[in-house]
């Protein structure tokens, strides 16, 4: 009997040319402001091979053939939701939520007091699946008093229309609980009737508004916010474009307001705009 040569074990299904990653490449930081080096070809082949069989396409090539056609617009966001990664979990680097509840929500009471607003906006810009903005909300309720009181309202946007769905549901599965302490899993997460996730009660809820929005287009936003959280989200970005975000970012703040980025981020440029406070926390300047 004939032996059968062996495959390849690097043959993929799907030929994929160097001219066609930096096509899609192109799309995205158009799109999204994501920049994706050639050692991301892989990563991104991974992101997208599962679509082209939905599709049932035959490569790579025909793939870019329906961006270019009368469907591309709406494949363009398959394409982006399928290279953003969302990776976030409950409390992530806790440090944030800690000044957020022991200096952030205090300045806020006392402007307050000044003013005689009792007003509080707190955006989560790339949200992902929900875990950043319900850990604000759970922050809240545990520890702005009377906030019953206020006209207080939390804006989640992420770039990825899944997630912002996801975000929606408020449910979640019971490890992905594992960082939101024991008292805050008890009074503000409830099972489900099958038992399998625990959804967000209605005081977390009916804090937060999803909404989808890319960065780098129109912000249809009503300012000025309090706090912004935009946490492991430039680290995607070039300079120009983290640059371009920062500015604007100062714009949406309060004079006095707080910006939280993610631990791997920095703004080395924005020295007029803000002050570095601590570990990745920056205060807008101004009076």
Known sequence: MQAIAAQPTDQKEFRFTMKEFRYLSAIVYDQAGIVLKDQKKNMVYSRLVRRLRELDLKSFQ??????????????????????????TKFFRENHHFEHLAQVALKDVVGQSAKTGRNRLRIWSAGCSSGEEPYSIAMTLLANFTRLSAWDAKILATDLDTSMVARGKEGRYRPEDLENVPASYRKRYFSPSPCGQEMIASDSLQKLITFKQLNLLKYWPLKGPFDVIFCRNVMIYFDEQTKSKLIHRFAQMLKPGGWLYIGHSESILDADAQFKRIGRTTYCRRGT
Request: hydrophobic share 30%.
């Open 62 to 87: 025909e793939y870019c053939q329906l961006l270019e056609s009368d469907r591309g617009y709406e494949e363009t966001g398959f394409l982006i939701n399928a290279i953003t990664t969302n990776l």
